[in-house]
């Protein structure tokens, strides 16, 4: 089984910076990438970033996009998500992942492996 540990998550005032992480343990060794999804109550799980684990393939859903950054370590096998100038609409649970396969980044379905989840409060 592969193990999935974040951090960085909290509460912060709108306008405000959060930095998640996530590392992931276990023998099986990251083959393609790792994302970000995050779910507000009563709302579907949704993309919001991912990135290759071999090439500089970055992408990012709409709402985040000039607002975060995500970067990797492959020696650490972590994934980290940079999210700044914080909107209340950010407030999530927020969820890694490793993906399982080279298609369908951009839903849930292409990956593998999740994370237990970190709560991301953003207030006004």
């Known amino acids: 089984q592969v193990h999935l540990v974040e951090s960085g998550g909290g509460s912060v005032q709108a306008g405000g910076s959060l930095r998640l992480s996530c590392t992931a343990s276990g023998r099986t060794s990251i083959r393609y990438a790792m994302g970000w999804f995050r779910q507000a109550p009563g709302k579907e799980r949704e993309f919001v970033a991912t990135t290759s684990w071999n090439d500089d393939s970055k992408y990012y859903a709409e709402p985040v996009k000039g607002r975060s950054t995500i970067s990797r370590d492959n020696a650490k096998k972590t994934v980290y998500l940079q999210m700044n100038s914080l909107k209340p609409e950010d407030t999530a649970v927020y969820y890694c992942?490793?993906?399982?396969?080279?298609?369908?980044?951009?839903?849930?379905?292409?990956?593998?492996?999740w994370g237990q989840g970190t709560q991301v409060t953003v207030s006004s």
């Open positions: 992942a490793v993906a399982g396969g080279t298609s369908r980044w951009f839903f849930p379905e292409g990956y593998e492996y």
